[in-house]
């Protein structure tokens, strides 16, 4: 079974990690898929130099809207084959087995 978390960004350097360090802590492994609604503050950066090798990272040209940005997580899920895409808001943290249970 194959899940993708995708998470919508926007200026979220101050929720994200936790949010993310949450998800690597699942007792299931999973795809993390961040979108990043063309931050303003040092959201990108982080995410780069943090967890580079982590997350697959897409940097909308625009803002485009917390809908817009999750169609193109689940995009990115379908194409990774995905069976299940689970979102998540960018000031989420979740217990370790959420996403298994």
Request: aromatic residues 6%; neutral net charge; proline residues 2%.
């Amino acid at each position: 079974m194959k899940v993708s978390v995708v998470i919508v960004t926007y200026n979220s350097l101050k929720w994200i990690e936790q949010c993310i360090d949450s998800i690597i802590k699942s007792t299931i492994e999973v795809s993390i898929i961040v979108v990043d609604n063309k931050s303003t503050d040092e959201t990108i950066s982080f995410l780069k130099n943090k967890y580079q090798d982590r997350i697959n990272l897409i940097q909308a040209p625009e803002n485009l809207g917390f809908g817009k940005g999750n169609n193109l997580g689940i995009k990115k899920a379908i194409e990774q084959k995905s069976d299940y895409v689970f979102l998540l808001n960018q000031d989420t943290v979740i217990e370790p087995n959420l996403i298994e249970k």
